[in-house]
């Protein structure tokens, strides 16, 4: 079971970027979702999660800013991130919950990407 984030960069306050979570060793269908998201010297939160049936749920802090959704002919589940100000800069990480339903607990998630590095900066 692999995940491999990616689409992380630099972007100025108001912009937008789509971060990707490609998939490989199992269905990402089959399983929740979630990104993640880890600023420096603050705890790891749950910013978005999709469940198998494509039940979607949000943080507080990114609702009507981020969208997720998920491809499954790529296995991939993408987070549309607009809006952006400087707060939301961090490491985003997606994992593989081992639920099928929404789940924003750290510890239901078994199978976590490395991580790709959003910085939102002027």
């Known amino acids: 079971v692999q995940l491999q984030a990616s689409g992380g960069g630099l972007v100025q306050p108001g912009g937008s970027l789509r971060l990707s979570c490609a998939a490989s060793?199992?269905?990402?269908?089959?399983?929740?979702i979630a990104w993640f998201r880890q600023a420096p010297g603050k705890e790891r939160e749950a910013v978005s999660c999709?469940?198998?049936?494509?039940?979607?749920s949000y943080a507080d802090f990114v609702k009507g800013r981020f969208t997720i959704s998920r491809d499954d002919a790529k296995n991939t589940v993408y987070l549309q991130m607009n809006s952006l100000n400087p707060e939301d800069t961090a490491v985003y990480y997606c994992?593989?919950?081992?639920?099928?339903?929404?789940?924003?607990?750290?510890?239901?998630?078994?199978?976590w990407g490395q991580g790709t590095l959003v910085t939102v900066s002027s």
């Open positions: 999709i469940s198998s049936s494509e039940d979607t």
């Open positions: 060793g199992f269905a990402l269908d089959y399983y929740a």
């Open positions: 994992a593989q919950a081992s639920t099928t339903v929404v789940a924003v607990a750290r510890y239901e998630y078994a199978y």
